[in-house]
Every structure is written in C-alpha cells, then in structure tokens.
C-alpha cells in the first residue's frame, strides 16, 4: 500500500500556517479544526511542521506562556517528508525511527497531504481486518474433497 492510497481515502484538507504567524493563533488553528499538526508553508514551499510536541516545548520556555512566540520560532524546520509513491512500510519504519507523528507528503515542492501515526495505525488494521475476513472465508469454505484427502486412513 502507497501513501497516495490513503491520501485517496483521507481526503485532500490541509491546514497550513506561515512562520511570522504568531503561536496562539496558531494553537487555536489546531484546536478549532482538532488537529495535532499544521504544514509552516513560507512563500508557497514547506518550511516546517508545527506539532503540539514544539508547542509544549516552547510553553515550558516561557514559563507557561505563548509569549510573543512566533510559528517560525518554534517550528521543526526539517521535517521528515515522504512522496505519494512512499510505501506504507517505509512511512512506518521512518516515522518509528524519528518519533515523527507527522509527515507531510510532498511531490516534488507540491504539498499533496500529511500523514499521521493514526493514518498510518488505521490502515494497517484494517489491511489485517481485510486479510482476517479472507482467511476465514477461505476456510470456512474449505473443499470437502482436499479436507478428506488430507484425514489419515482409519
């Protein structure tokens, strides 16, 4: 399975933000659409990734506060990335390795989507709930000729 897939079936809403922006709005971004993550995008190319991880970390900077904390301040400003061709194994494999909760999905400097741990955890169960159903179907419908051919003689 390639990450186009699940952006396929993800849908294509983005929510980005630009690095003058200050953090609180920022945050009330993230709050107000329930999301743990916005693309930083300075002049049309992603410039970063803001997750709730720089957010706390910039909080406990301040002494508990936004202060006048800007998006570009705090930023992760090398997110990890991966293209729509990536395969689905390899966005784990680099998501585990890096603690990385969000990718965006860049082709070529397009941003096409982000995909998140949940993306990724959703798609594997229901790969396996898939291959589950197969399997039972397949034996529940067993030919009687091989299940006798395969008992021992009496």
């Given at each position: 399975?390639?990450?186009?897939?699940?952006?396929?079936?993800?849908?294509?809403?983005?929510?980005?933000?630009?690095?003058?922006?200050?953090?609180?709005?920022?945050?009330?971004?993230?709050?107000?659409?329930?999301?743990?993550?916005?693309?930083?995008?300075?002049?049309?190319?992603?410039a970063g990734m803001?997750?709730?991880?720089?957010?706390?970390?910039?909080?406990?900077?301040?002494?508990?506060?936004?202060?006048?904390?800007?998006?570009?301040?705090?930023?992760?400003?090398?997110?990890?990335?991966?293209?729509?061709?990536?395969?689905?194994?390899?966005?784990?494999?680099?998501?585990?390795?890096?603690?990385?909760?969000?990718?965006?999905?860049?082709?070529?400097?397009?941003?096409?989507?982000?995909?998140?741990?949940?993306?990724?955890?959703?798609?594997?169960?229901?790969?396996?709930?898939?291959?589950?159903?197969?399997?039972?179907?397949?034996?529940?419908?067993?030919?009687?000729?091989?299940?006798?051919?395969?008992?021992?003689?009496?």
């Amino acid at each position: 399975m390639k990450v186009s897939d699940i952006l396929r079936v993800k849908g294509s809403v983005l929510f980005t933000v630009s690095p003058q922006q200050s953090l609180a709005t920022a945050v009330c971004t993230m709050v107000e659409h329930d999301i743990g993550s916005l693309v930083v995008m300075d002049h049309g190319d992603v410039a970063g990734m803001l997750t709730f991880r720089e957010v706390m970390q910039a909080v406990v900077r301040n002494g508990g506060s936004f202060g006048n904390a800007t998006v570009g301040g705090v930023m992760d400003d090398h997110p990890l990335t991966c293209t729509p061709e990536t395969d689905l194994d390899e966005v784990r494999r680099m998501m585990l390795s890096r603690h990385a909760r969000y990718l965006p999905v860049l082709d070529g400097r397009t941003l096409m989507g982000v995909m998140s741990f949940y993306d990724v955890a959703k798609a594997v169960v229901e790969s396996q709930d898939f291959e589950n159903r197969m399997l039972k179907a397949y034996i529940r419908d067993w030919p009687v000729e091989e299940e006798n051919a395969a008992r021992p003689a009496a």
